[in-house]
């Protein structure tokens, strides 16, 4: 458990260190997480490093925010993405499609299962990006307030203590 907080620790330490504006690393992460739930699984890595630097936001917090949808999560992601535009364009949700998620069965499914995976993950990603954006605008902002408040700190006690030199001759 001790390794895994230090290691949160450590994520988090070097993400708010990114040389980067804050706005840059909150569109970054907004980008990749609207990515990661559309139906682009394989190449949404390459997807959000493309799109992250056409606009010229962070591209690492664009591929942070593509992990969302991983092996583990994946089937949770398009699963919900599926149903949410099944529902939304008036389709039947066949659960059947859902077993063996791969290209070769997107292309079986036909366009009504595809087009529920767009509507669904487009409306999801939209929600996610908001959310995300305002989430590490506020966690960039509030670090970089940490180190105006610490610089403050350290020209107080400068002034204090100011530093003695003493003349050579």
């Not at 559309?38 to 664009?62: D, E, H, N, Y």
């Not at 942070?64 to 398009?78: D, E, H, S």
Request: hydrophobic share 50%.
């Amino acid at each position: 458990m001790e390794s895994i907080k230090r290691a949160c620790k450590y994520f988090y330490y070097r993400f708010i260190r990114l040389q980067s504006s804050p706005e840059k690393l909150a569109w970054g992460m907004a980008l990749g997480l609207f990515i990661s739930t559309t139906p682009t699984f394989g190449f949404q890595m390459a997807l959000g490093l493309v799109i992250a630097a056409l606009f010229r936001v962070s591209k690492l917090c664009a591929l942070i925010g593509v992990q969302v949808t991983n092996a583990l999560t994946a089937p949770f992601v398009y699963a919900g993405t599926y149903y949410l535009g099944a529902v939304i364009l008036n389709r039947p949700f066949k659960r059947e499609y859902l077993e063996n998620l791969s290209w070769s069965s997107l292309w079986e499914m036909g366009p009504d299962v595809f087009a529920s995976l767009w509507v669904g993950g487009v409306i999801v990603g939209i929600i996610l990006a908001v959310v995300g954006y305002f989430v590490v605008l506020g966690i960039d902002t509030k670090s970089h307030l940490q180190i105006v408040r610490a610089r403050r700190q350290l020209d107080r006690m400068k002034r204090k203590n100011p530093p003695v030199f003493e003349k050579i001759d």
